[in-house]
């Protein structure tokens, strides 16, 4: 059973992926943006999934999810003419 708590907090709403850490959407986007390109990385990074584990499924798919939209922004500027 995973348990989805959101919030509004100033830009908008906000998803609690990880109760045991309180880790938000929002922190798992920002890692993956900044390099996390992993579970293992996550969980090194945000402690993400080193507890119960119930955050893994969505955790890991916010990081699949946030790395392919960066992927997409990168070949949509290389595919630009110089």
Do not use: W
């Amino acid at each position: 059973m995973i348990i989805i708590i959101t919030t509004v907090h100033g830009r908008g709403e906000r998803m609690y992926v990880c109760m045991c850490f309180g880790v938000t959407d929002r922190q798992i986007r920002q890692a993956a943006r900044t390099g996390c390109g992993s579970m293992r990385e996550l969980g090194k990074e945000l402690n993400v999934g080193r507890q119960c584990g119930r955050c893994a499924p969505m955790a890991r798919e916010l990081l699949r999810e946030t790395r392919s939209e960066n992927y997409m922004q990168l070949a949509n500027m290389l595919a630009q003419p110089a």
